[in-house]
C-alpha cells in the first residue's frame, strides 16, 4: 500500500549526491530544488509550464521542473544546471554559450543548456532544424535564438571533431 | 506554495489505485501531470488526493495485439510513442504526431491517456485515434468496458469515463490492407496548438476509395466525424479533384464553434481546406508502403 498524507519523504540523488527531505505534497520540484536544496541555478520564469527556464533532465529526461510535485521524484536521479561544469571547467555547451555571445540577460540560458545537453546525448550531429525544435519548449525573452542555435551547433561539432563530449547521463556507462 | 493542500499517494498495484479512485470523490489519478499540475496551480479544481499511477505497470508498454494492431497503455509518453518501431511499423502517423505535440519536455511526461482523458479540444491525439477507430479500454472496481473512441469524448473536459473509472489502455486496430492516413492542423507556429483540425484514413480498391474517415477537431469542443463527406468520398475516385470535390461541402451542416481564435465561417472554411489535405494525404499514404504515413515523408 503506498503511503497517503500531505508530506512525504523523499530521497533523490541530484548533480551525483544523494539528498533526503521530508517535503509537502503540494510543493514543485523546482521549488524543492531551489528552496529546499538552494540549487538556484534553475530558475522559474512563468510557472506554468510555458518558458523552460526550470527545465532539469529527471532519470535522463528532460522535463520541466514547475510542472512535476516533489514526491513524484523519489528515487529519481535529478540533473540541474549546477551539475554541468566539472569544478571550474565549464561544460562544452557552456563554454560555446559564452563563445558565441548566447546569453543576454541569461535568464534562460539554465533551462536553454539542460535542453541543449538533452538534445546532443539523444542526437549528437542535429541539423538547424532539429536544434530549433530541441529548444521549443524554451523561451528566451531577448529573443537570442540565432546565436543559441549557433552556440548548441558548434558544440556538436566540436564534439564530432574529438573535442570533449557532451557528458553522459548520470549513471550511464562513459 | 502555488498549489491547495492535497494529500499524494503512489498506490503499489492498479488495483489499489482503483480501490482509492472508488472509494473517494476527491481522488484524481495523476500520470504525466503536464494540464493537471497547472490545473491544481490555478486552484480551478478541487482535489484531495492525487493518485499517481505513472509507475504503474499496468498502465506502461505498447505491446502488438494478435491481429497486427496495437495495446498502448494508458501512461505511454508522447516521446515514447515517437520512439516506438512497433508503433512507427503499424500506425507510422500516430508516432508523427505524438512527436510534433508541444515541445520535448511536455513529450517527455506528458501520456496519451492524460491526452484523450483531459478530453481538451486542442489536444493533437483525439481526433486521429477517432479516424483510426481505436477503442478506449476502461477499468473499475467493478470490472473493464471498452468503448469505442467515437463515443469516449462527450463534451469540453468531459469523456464516457464514470466515477471510480480508469483508462487503463488505448486499442488500436491495424490498418486495413489498402489504407493510410492523414493529419493536418491550422496553427500558428511550428508544432503549437490548433484552431482547426482534420484526420483522415481512406482505404482504397485500385483507384477508387472504397472507405473513409474523416474526423474534425477545434470545430466543436469534441472530434467529430463529417459523415456526410465520408459518404461522398466512398465510391469515388481517389484524384486530387473527386477528393476536393467531396471536400468542397465538409461542416456545411455544422455550427463551428467561435472564439478568440476565429470566427464560426472561418473554421467552416479552413475545415475544408484541412479536410481536403488531410484525405489527400491518407491517399498518398494509401498509395505508398508506409502504414499512416504523411504525403511525401517528413
Known sequence: MGERGTSHAVTVEVNGEKVSRIVAARQLLVHFLRDTLGLTGTHIGCDTGNCGACSVIVNGKLVKSCMILAPQVDGATIETVEGLADGDSLSPLQESFHEHHALQCGYCTPGMLMSATYLLRQNPDPTDEEIRRGIRGN?????????????????SREQASGGRPVPAAAGEEV | MLLEQVEYVRPQSLD?????????????????????????????????????????????????????GLSIGACVTYDELDRS????????????????????????KGTIGGNCC????????????????????????????????????????ATALEPGELLVSVTVPPMPAGSGAGYTSLAVGADAKAMVRAAARVTLDGGTIADSRLVLARVAHVPVRDTDAEA????????????????AGVADGMQPIADVHGSSEYRRQMAKVMARRAVSQAVAAARGSRNGSKAGGN
Open chain 2, 232 to 247: 461522398r468520398l466512398n465510391g469515388g475516385d481517389a484524384t486530387e479533384e473527386s477528393v476536393a470535390a467531396a471536400c
Open chain 2, 118 to 157: 483531459l478530453s481538451d479540444p486542442t489536444n493533437n491525439l483525439p481526433p486521429l485515434l477517432v479516424a483510426l477507430d481505436a477503442v478506449m479500454e476502461l477499468r473499475s472496481r467493478a470490472g473493464q468496458r471498452s468503448v469505442a473512441s467515437a463515443d469516449f469524448f462527450k463534451g469540453y473536459f
Open chain 2, 85 to 108: 518501431a512497433d508503433v512507427r511499423q503499424t500506425h507510422w502517423l500516430l508516432g508523427e504526431v505524438a512527436a510534433h505535440i508541444e515541445d520535448q519536455q511536455i513529450r517527455n
Open chain 2, 16 to 68: 489499489e489505485a482503483l480501490e482509492i479512485l472508488a472509494n473517494d470523490d476527491g481522488a484524481a489519478p495523476l500520470a504525466g501531470g503536464q494540464s493537471l499540475t497547472n490545473v491544481l496551480k490555478n486552484r480551478v479544481a478541487s482535489v484531495d488526493v492525487l493518485v499517481d499511477i505513472s509507475r504503474l505497470d499496468d498502465l506502461a508498454g505498447i505491446a502488438r495485439t494478435a491481429d497486427g
Open chain 1, 139 to 155: 523561451i528566451c525573452r531577448c529573443t537570442g535564438y540565432v546565436n543559441i542555435v549557433k552556440a548548441i551547433r558548434a558544440a
